[in-house]
């Protein structure tokens, strides 16, 4: 028997949008404006669970484990791309932060929603990467009633690994067993039913602050410059180092010389400068701190 989802917060109507079909361009942009301002209060409603989400990933990943997201449709996509970002923004090797979309690749382009409905291709995904009790498992669906991250979920959950779902609609509707619950409440959507609006601009927001506060307690940003950026190209070349710049005090040609120095990486470039080491030393005071720069450079003060 089909199941009743009409009760969900993600499915149910919107009262301020009933005459979508009658607005003028102008007055449908406003009323979106005015919606999405409700994705700024869902994820203030889940800054308790988000803040317990980066402590558990960011401490898996100092212990040699992974942090994965799946999902399916619009939410597998998004997860997908906050992974993508990882090594560009922070210099992260691709497996440390993967996704897992119903579908595989091809979903990214092509629907293949029908695939979701199947928990246990999800669950075949986790045994499949190897999955293990390092690791954490980020579940995103919105409405939360989606069988393939279910069965993915509780599939991590039986190898041991930490799981944290994550769901636009509260756990009275959905209830989910894990080891964080992050709920974005965004409330009915514009045009009823689809998740891909707030539902799925509150995640991007919550999948956003959850990797960026991952890779911060990482030490993978010193004060708020990215400072494990990869220099893969003019732009990022360019704000390298405008970083080395304005942190080094320097002038452009000189930070240039430091880069070189320090194999293009800023992290290593500014301990070679404020520490007065060598890049062999530089390097293992990094590692021996975990790339932290801000720990090395205490560590080389205490040292010297």
């Known amino acids: 028997m089909l199941e009743e989802r009409g009760h969900l917060l ?7 949008s009933q005459n979508l079909d009658q607005l003028s361009p102008l007055a449908l942009v406003d009323l979106f404006n005015q919606e999405d301002a409700q994705t700024l209060a869902a994820i203030a409603g889940a800054r308790q669970s988000l803040a317990q989400a980066i402590t558990i990933a960011a401490e898996a990943l100092k212990q040699g484990g992974r942090l994965f997201y799946i999902g399916a449709g619009t939410s597998g996509r998004l997860g997908v791309l ?7 923004t922070f210099c992260t090797p691709p497996e440390l932060v993967q996704a897992i979309i119903a579908g595989g690749a091809g979903a990214l382009v092509k629907s293949s929603e029908g ?5 246990e291709d999800g669950a075949l995904a986790i045994v499949e990467r190897g999955i293990t009790a390092q690791d954490v498992v980020v579940g995103i669906t919105a409405g939360g009633t989606t069988p393939y991250v279910q069965g993915a979920l509780q599939a991590a959950q039986t190898q041991g690994a930490k799981t944290i779902f994550m769901a636009c609609v509260p756990e009275s509707q959905v209830p989910f067993t894990a080891d964080v619950n992050i709920r974005l409440l965004t409330g009915p959507e514009i045009l009823a039913g689809s998740t891909r609006l707030k539902a799925g ?4 927001m919550a999948l956003n602050i959850l990797s960026t506060g991952v890779m911060v307690q990482l030490g993978k940003v010193y004060g708020n410059r ?5 220099v893969t190209n003019r732009k990022l070349e360019d704000r390298a180092l405008r970083m080395i710049v304005d942190l080094a005090q320097v002038s452009r040609e000189q930070a240039q010389s430091l880069l070189a120095k320090g194999k293009h990486r800023v992290k290593l470039a500014l301990l070679m400068h404020w520490a007065g080491l060598d890049s062999n030393a530089s390097q293992l005071l990094l590692d021996q701190c975990q790339g932290d720069l801000r720990q090395a450079l205490a560590r080389s003060a205490n040292t010297l």
């Open 201 to 204: 601009t509150a995640t991007k």
């Open 82 to 88: 906050d992974a993508a970002e990882c090594p560009p």
């Open 226 to 230: 990215m400072v494990d950026v990869a």
């Open 115 to 119: 695939l979701e409905d199947l928990a």
């Open 10 to 16: 993600t499915e149910q109507i919107n009262p301020q």
